[in-house]
T-cell receptor, first 110, second 116 residues
Framework: QQPVQSPQAVILREGEDAVINCSSS?????VHWYRQKHGEAPVFLMI?????EQKGHDKISASFNEKKQQSSLYLTASQLSYSGTYFC???????????FGKGTRLHILP | KAGVTQTPRYLIKTRGQQVTLSCSPI?????VSWYQQTPGQGLQFLFE???????NKGNFPGRFSGRQFSNSRSEMNVSTLELGDSALYLC???????????????FGPGTRLTVT
């Protein structure tokens, strides 16, 4: 039931775009996205509920495709501060426990 | 507004001992969740409490238990510690339950537990 994240790691130059995917083998009720910098606690980015919604703030946005049982996180014009490990967490049903993917390590070079 | 606080920040225990970790949520937050993070297994959900009631529990043995008090502070306890329990234990609080569209979860700095 653990969602699968891809890619496992990515290296970009500042200003480039990145897409991180989170796929589930089961239909999802919600997808949560977090970023964790080395040695720090995870920081909540956004939650997407089923209904195929999209969300975003600043240059970070995400989409949730119910049919494909997949969510994608989009990082536009990446900044050095975007470096870290990105986790998606999924719920199969409302009020279910959140199961996290193994994370995607993102490294932004100047 | 003060963030989520966890005590202690670091802990070294011996196999077979028990440990209690504490979490104080952001003022006004009624939901508290606990997670275990290890390099091998990643971030794994332990429990979620809302208004002193456990709403969800992860796939951990009965040695892992928790509770929430009326002031929303939460504790988790691990009895009969094993070497594999060495991990970063994170607590997170939120105003609402996790299916609400306005849900935002704030993590504490974690307690680093080392079992020798």
């Amino acid at each position: 039931q653990q969602p699968v994240q891809s890619p496992q790691a990515v290296i970009l130059r500042e200003g480039e775009d990145a897409v991180i995917n989170c796929s589930s083998s089961k239909a999802l009720y919600s997808v949560h996205w977090y970023r964790q910098k080395h040695g720090e606690a995870p920081v909540f980015l956004m939650i997407l509920l089923k209904g195929g919604e999209q969300k975003g703030h600043d240059k970070i946005s995400a989409s949730f495709n119910e049919k494909k049982q997949q969510s994608s996180l989009y990082l536009t014009a990446s900044q050095l501060s975007y470096s870290g490990t990105y986790f998606c967490g999924t719920e199969i049903n409302r009020d279910d426990k959140i199961i996290f993917g193994k994370g995607t390590r993102l490294h932004i070079l100047p | 507004k003060a963030g989520v606080t966890q005590t202690p920040r670091y802990l070294i225990k011996t196999r077979g001992q028990q440990v209690t970790l504490s979490c104080s949520p952001i003022s006004g937050h009624r939901s508290v969740s606990w997670y275990q993070q290890t390099p091998g297994q990643g971030l794994q959900f332990l429990f979620e409490y809302f208004s002193e009631t456990q709403r969800n529990k992860g796939n951990f043995p009965g040695r892992f238990s928790g509770r929430q008090f009326s002031n929303s502070r939460s504790e988790m306890n691990v009895s009969t510690l094993e070497l594999g329990d060495s991990a970063l234990y994170l607590c997170a609080s939120s105003l609402s339950v996790n299916w609400a569209a306005s849900y935002e979860q704030y993590f504490g700095p974690g307690t680093r537990l080392t079992v020798t």
